[in-house]
């Protein structure tokens, strides 16, 4: 069985592109090249990444100047 887009011959990663709070992105497929969120068909933020995103940590001197 083949990729409905890989057999239309349409530029399109199979990745899943994360996205940071700060806006950077990345793709979990390691020779993607070309970041736009359009050829991904799954995006996530990076909060939801397994074992976290260390740009996601809060501080611990943030949390107690929250309260």
């Keep these: ?3 409905a887009l890989c057999a239309a011959e349409l530029d399109h990663c199979h990745g ?9 992105v990345e793709c ?3 020779d ?4 736009d969120a359009v050829r991904h068909e799954f995006t996530i933020d ?3 990444v ?3 995103c260390p740009c996601a940590v809060i501080p ?3 949390l107690l100047h929250a309260s």
């Design 46 to 48: 990076c909060l939801t």
């Design 1 to 3: 069985m083949m990729c």
């Design 16 to 24: 899943t592109l994360i996205v940071h709070p700060n806006g950077d």
């Design 28 to 30: 979990m497929e390691p």
């Design 50 to 52: 397994e074992g976290g």
């Design 32 to 35: 993607c090249t070309d970041l």
């Design 60 to 62: 611990a001197e943030a």
